[in-house]
């Protein structure tokens, strides 16, 4: 497990615990995927998304559109803020560079 937090931060892992979560438990309690009580929990989902990751959050969106609760939407946005997190790292690394 240790290896994990050689290639990630510690706030990266702890987000992806996060979003794992709420995923799994989408998965495992089937009454979550009824319309209504699902939908709610989704919004609670959207949310945490907006608070983690920002306007990378509004990925969640697609939990609320029928057909979308089987795609583990929360990791997808986890995958997608780590990407544009890593990139403007090595942007700012090299403009920080002189040539």
């Known amino acids: 497990m240790g290896w994990i937090l050689t290639i990630l931060s510690y706030s990266e892992f702890v987000r992806l615990v996060i979003s794992l979560s709420i995923d799994i438990i ?3 309690i089937p009454v979550l995927m009824l319309p209504l009580i699902g939908d709610l929990f989704d919004i609670v ?5 907006l608070y983690l990751f920002r306007l990378v959050g509004l ?22 803020w780590l ?10 690394g090299l403009v920080g560079k002189e040539f």
């Open 59 to 80: 990925i969640a969106l697609l939990e609320l559109v029928p057909g979308f609760d089987f795609l583990p939407i929360n990791t997808i946005a986890w995958f997608v």
């Open 26 to 28: 989408e998965y495992i």
């Open 83 to 92: 990407i544009i997190k890593r990139q403007s790292e090595a942007v700012e």
């Open 45 to 49: 989902g959207l949310a945490t998304c």
